[in-house]
């Protein structure tokens, strides 16, 4: 089970009750013929943020609500099931806990490397093929912007695909040390391959993890993590400034499918909003940062960044503003 008190497993949402989602928790990705149409009050909304955002390069903010047409659950979004992921300290601290994290983290990445960018991830690479954006900030770790084709992006909250060691700093690719930990656990995955729900961050619902091997860093025998940022740990300094510099370049800020609801993506709303910058949320339920926007806009976030992505003008050419200059 993923957590959460006085949860039954006939409260998990399976196929039955969630068609969404399949028997792996992943559905494949919703294709782009499958975009709901908008509702009049939706277009309108939206355009009103063509109206705001037009003219200015934008800095894009996404979450987690960007990858749920692309099966990944959304565990803070209106429908989703709570959960109560592991800290960092956690993690460190307690080594039953950092056993069964990554035997479920071993099932679950899986699932994250087999996901497709969907709709919304290719709105937001086409605003940055078109010129439009300064860059995007992603608080997602499954990498599907950068599947989809965006260049410019910071990973907040790190990547699925990747592990550190704490104790030397070496980086691995995951799949690297998925070899390892298949060769310290044969048949593991065999017996829990049919994973219920898996989380975003690669967490899936595995129970029998008692007798899972971890596998030390290959250069120095130190402690491995997925490189990637918990509860109660903070975004890497140099990160966080790479994100400030993009929200500074902008002249506007656009979030998409987040609540919000942590500091870390929370402070670039505060930021943009403080310099005076319109502020455009896209999000279905409320988020923290409602207060500091110019407009919030309650729609699907794959159609709503596949109007934008259409319908925002072209900046105008660096010619076009020397020439308006003399004038
Ligand atoms: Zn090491």
Redo the contacts with the bound molecule.
């Keep these: 089970m993923t957590g959460g008190p006085g949860r039954g497993p006939e409260d998990l949402p399976g196929p039955a009750t969630n068609p969404r989602l399949g028997l792996t928790g992943f559905v494949s990705a919703a294709p782009a013929e499958s975009l709901v149409p908008l509702a009049d009050d939706e277009r309108r909304l939206l355009d009103e943020a063509v109206a705001l955002l037009g003219g200015h390069r934008l800095a894009v903010l996404t979450g987690a609500g960007l990858s749920t047409d692309s099966g990944i659950p959304d565990y803070r979004g209106p429908e989703s099931v709570p959960r109560s992921p592991m800290t960092y300290q956690q993690f460190v601290g307690d080594e039953a806990l950092r056993r069964r994290y990554w035997a479920r983290n071993h099932v679950g990445w899986r699932h994250l490397r087999r996901a497709d960018p969907n709709a919304g991830h290719a709105a937001v690479a086409l605003l940055e093929q078109r010129g439009l954006l300064s860059g995007l900030i992603t608080q997602n770790v499954d990498r599907l912007h950068s599947s989809a084709g965006s260049v410019n992006v910071i990973d907040l909250h790190g990547t699925f695909d990747r592990v550190v060691?704490?104790?030397?700093?070496?980086t691995f690719p995951r799949s690297r040390i998925a070899e390892i930990l298949e060769d310290l656990n044969p048949g593991y995955l065999e017996r829990e391959s049919d994973a219920g729900d898996v989380a975003p961050d690669a967490d899936a619902d595995v129970d029998d993890t008692g007798d899972f091997v971890m596998a030390?860093?290959?250069?120095?025998?130190?402690?491995?993590k997925p490189d990637f940022v918990y509860f109660g740990e903070n975004v890497p300094k140099a990160r966080v400034a790479d994100a400030y510099a993009m929200v500074d370049a902008a002249g506007a800020l656009l979030v998409a499918g987040s609540s919000l609801t942590v500091m870390s993506g929370l402070r670039f709303v505060r930021h943009a909003f403080k310099a005076g910058k319109p502020v455009v949320i896209i999000n279905r339920g409320r988020t923290r940062g409602d207060e500091f926007a110019s407009l919030k806009i309650e729609a699907g976030v794959s159609e709503a960044l596949s109007y934008l992505a259409r319908q925002l003008p072209d900046l105008p050419s660096a010619e076009a503003i020397i020439r308006q200059g003399r004038e």
């Design positions: 060691c704490l104790q030397c700093a070496s030390p860093c290959p250069v120095c025998g130190g402690m491995l």
